[in-house]
């Protein structure tokens, strides 16, 4: 079992920055990717970015060049940083990791974007 903790969300006005991270219980190595999907209310939860275990990285189309992930190796830890965000990004954002073919969720931490 894998347990991931996330934090950093809030309210931001339009154009704004947040940064959310991610804890896992595991060791980084363990997972084949650590990454972000969310969810806006009444909509499919949506892929963001994710970190492969090798260091190459993956964004959904929609944040491409606003948000950036990183990871702390040594601290198993994923990082996202939002920058120029918009109201439509607007959700509640999931930490996930994938080990031995068994996807892990994170309980979710909510982001608003509103003036």
């Known amino acids: 079992q894998v347990r991931l903790v996330e934090s950093g969300g809030g309210l931001v006005q339009p154009g704004g920055s947040l940064t959310l991270s991610c804890a896992a219980s595991d060791t980084f190595f363990s997972f084949a990717a650590m990454g972000w999907y969310r969810q806006a209310p009444g909509k499919q939860r949506e892929f963001v970015a994710t970190?492969?275990?090798?260091?190459?990285?993956k964004y959904g189309d929609s944040v491409k060049g606003r948000f950036t992930i990183s990871r702390d190796k040594a601290r198993s830890t994923v990082s996202l940083q939002l920058n120029r965000l918009r109201p439509e990004d607007t959700a509640v954002y999931y930490c996930?990791?994938?080990?031995?073919?068994?996807?892990?969720w994170g309980q979710g931490t909510q982001v608003t974007v509103s003036s």
């Open positions: 970190i492969f275990r090798a260091g190459d990285v």
């Open positions: 996930h990791v994938q080990k031995q073919s068994v996807d892990y």
